[in-house]
């Protein structure tokens, strides 16, 4: 029989593009004819060795694909990586890592950058995007922190389905990773994270669950186990519960080069899909397991499924524009990374009003630190984005005042004598310090547990590539060079900002009663300096607010031993925890100042008394009561019935960031699903609402002083 050709009107007709119904009837037509080297080649990518020599010898970035059958008129997926913007290519745009856009809590803007990704994964000839790091911020000192959204699952969740509704709207299939807790990086190849169910289901699962339910084309399984079972290999996981329980119609790829082992395991788990190279997927190794009765056709034919349809899916949509090249680092995708990086910056102090400063009064600024003049944008793993220019702190400012007569000192960290000086000399001070590729980011391993008596231990990737060590932060404090040059000028200078550059908390007890403003800005992309040099003077008004806690002792945090083959994850972490254990932290979650002031008020429940079947609507009053133009985040938690069953204090359920003008005000509502807020019950492996009373919580952060309080029932 000759093999069916699918019509273009099947695949690619502008009119007429496939539902999900016909995607699956014609695959269904077209695994019917494919011979098993056909299917098998849908199962695993290639091209890893022109990827590898590309990423590290060139500009010009050669893609790995995966399948592909010009015979049977199926496309390939194109991966192209990363969190950040497009990773190794030489001009992408570099957007501010992922934690700093947490912080923005603005999903129209994290929408509107995954449109942005998109269209330069187009542009480069990719169709499959890897920028959906999502895994739950259990502890700061992972080391890839960055790449994630902070540590609660519902801002995680809607977070991450912003940027992945906004790369599908250009036709990419966003692949979201890593599943699942995968929260260490030095331990992550093998190393098993022990949890309960309860806690799986309720902490460790929840955003994904959400981002794959409003249509995330793909998932990447983890490189480490859960409970004991390699992540890419678990029939639990991949099977139990993505298909069954959360009825996911896409594909799953695995982790690069270590993600998979076992072809069987593989198989029978439901991974579709190995990457890079068809190592433990070849036709070989499937075509033995076939016939030695270990896997049957049905088998192999299910993982293709998905596979297929998926892809004809996504290529049967109508395009709405061209991708040209020129859209890599354009001004429209940078002038959205400059708008990303101003809204992402956290005001953590401002004692005395001390920013924004005035550049009329201020005739000299001192601008220092250890990353005053480094050009960076994160990590050098996976997620590098190599952009055309990076405007660093000290350009920034120098830029930004480059015709008010205002002078920039600046001065060698090691030169006391001159630092002294310029400290004594300058109005005010800004020092830059932080974190760098060195101390934290993904650890580009052999495959192996990091060596924690040799963790210095370069691999052979490393080497060739002079990428950075990586892995989890040895600890949370600053440098001591920075905390004394800090220290030094306070000593010196009463108007002194601190600008703190990382993937995620930064303790700061060593100096934060000496100065009187610090800001975080993490990694803050390409244009981070003008950014930062604007919010200084008071051209943008800072807006974001902690995705995360910053403890006032990392010993207020859950237990962190990054080297441990089996790492216990307990039930609560963050501000759950805090809360449980009646801990101040430092910096709370959801906290972040502003240069103008806000009100909340009027906080009304449309209904007191709800069945677990409806919906409840809360809404309340915003006024901007300062002098500036300014954003504020209102957050909305949930605060469940006294029972003997253990659960946090409260829970974030909502959130919403309005702009306001000064005297501006608005009225708010924000609606969640009484089933949002059930329990789930491992004995019986189903969620549960419990009936009593409830209490809901607004605010502009999660401390309990300042947050408006009203009860309900479910009955």
Not at 262 to 290: C, F, H, W
Request: some cysteine.
């Amino acid at each position: 029989m000759q093999a069916m050709m699918p019509e273009k009107s099947h695949v690619q007709n502008e009119n007429h593009p496939l539902n999900e119904s016909e995607a699956d009837s014609l695959s269904r037509e077209l695994i019917a004819q494919m011979t098993l080297r056909e299917k098998v080649y849908e199962l695993h990518g290639r091209g890893l060795i022109r990827y590898g020599l590309s990423m590290f010898f060139s500009n010009s970035l050669k893609l790995v694909k995966a399948g592909g059958s010009k015979k049977h008129g199926i496309p390939p997926v194109i991966f192209s990586d990363g969190p950040r913007g497009v990773s190794f290519v030489k001009g992408a745009t570099a957007f501010p890592v992922t934690m700093a856009r947490g912080a923005s809590w603005d999903v129209e803007l994290e929408s509107r950058i995954g449109e942005a990704m998109a269209k330069e994964v187009r542009a480069i000839g990719g169709n499959y995007s890897g920028a959906g790091c999502m895994n739950l911020l259990r502890h700061p000192a992972w080391g890839r922190a960055q790449e994630t959204y902070g540590e609660d699952p519902h801002h995680l969740g809607e977070m991450a389905s912003a940027l992945v509704e906004g790369i599908q709207r250009h036709h990419v299939q966003a692949c979201v990773k890593h599943f699942a807790a995968n929260s260490m990086e030095n331990n992550r190849f093998g190393g098993s994270m022990n949890m309960s169910e309860r806690t799986l289901h309720e902490v460790y699962l929840p955003h994904f669950k959400k981002v794959i339910q409003r249509g995330a084309a793909s998932v990447m399984s983890a490189y480490n186990k859960l409970n004991g079972e390699y992540c890419g290999e678990s029939k639990y996981l991949l099977t139990e519960i993505l298909r069954k329980d959360w009825d996911f119609k896409g594909y799953v790829t695995s982790d690069w080069m270590w993600g998979l082992f076992d072809t069987q395991k593989g198989i029978r788990s439901g991974m579709n899909v190995e990457m890079p190279e068809g190592k433990v997927y070849s036709y070989k190794k499937i075509n033995r397991a076939l016939k030695n009765g270990d896997i049957t056709m049905q088998d192999v034919d299910a993982l293709v499924l998905p596979v297929l349809s998926t892809k004809l899916l996504f290529a049967s949509r109508k395009d709405f524009q061209n991708y040209p090249r020129e859209l890599l680092g354009c001004r429209e995708h940078v002038a959205l990374a400059r708008e990303a990086a101003e809204k992402s910056a956290v005001l953590l102090k401002n004692e005395n009003s001390l920013l924004p400063l005035d550049k009329n009064v201020i005739k000299k600024i001192a601008v220092l630190g250890s990353l005053a003049e480094v050009k960076q944008t994160g990590d050098k793993g996976s997620s590098q984005v190599n952009p055309n220019y990076i405007i660093t702190p000290l350009k920034g400012i120098s830029d930004f005042l480059k015709s008010t007569g205002v002078h920039v000192l600046t001065a060698p960290q090691n030169d006391r004598a001159q630092l002294e000086s310029i400290l004594r000399d300058a109005d005010a001070v800004l020092i830059v310090a932080g974190t760098t590729h060195l101390d934290e980011g993904e650890f580009i391993g052999d495959g192996k547990i990091r060596d924690k008596d040799n963790p210095d231990k370069q691999s052979l990737m490393m080497r060739i590539g002079k990428l950075g060590i990586g892995g989890d932060r040895k600890y949370l404090h600053l440098h001591q060079p920075d905390i004394e040059l800090i220290n030094l000028a306070a000593a010196q200078n009463k108007k002194v900002i601190v600008s703190l550059v990382a993937g995620a908390a930064i303790t700061v007890e060593e100096w934060q009663e000496n100065v009187p403003a610090i800001i975080q800005t993490f990694y803050n992309g390409m244009e981070g300096g003008s950014a930062l040099a604007k919010i200084i003077f008071g051209a943008i008004n800072p807006s974001g607010k902690l995705p995360f806690t910053v403890p006032v002792h990392a010993s207020d945090l859950p237990p962190f031993d990054s080297f441990a083959e089996q790492a216990e994850y307990g039930y609560y972490h963050g501000y759950t925890l805090f809360d449980k254990e009646n801990k101040q932290a430092r910096f709370p979650f959801g906290f972040g100042l502003s240069y103008t002031d806000f009100e909340i008020s009027g906080l009304k429940l449309e209904k007191a008394i709800l069945s677990d079947t409806d919906s409840l609507t809360i809404s309340c009053l915003l006024k901007n009561t300062g002098s500036r133009k300014g954003a504020e985040v209102v957050q909305l938690y949930m605060s469940p019935p006294k029972t003997e069953i253990d659960k946090p204090e409260k829970l974030l359920r909502g959130f919403k960031k309005i702009e306001l003008e000064p005297g501006e005000e608005k009225q708010i509502s924000m609606t969640i699903a009484v089933r949002d807020l059930a329990l789930y019950f491992p004995e019986s492996k189903t969620w549960k609402v419990e009936r009593g009373i409830y209490e809901m919580m607004l605010g502009n952060s999660s401390v309990n002083a300042h947050l408006l309080r009203a009860k309900f029932e479910i009955k």
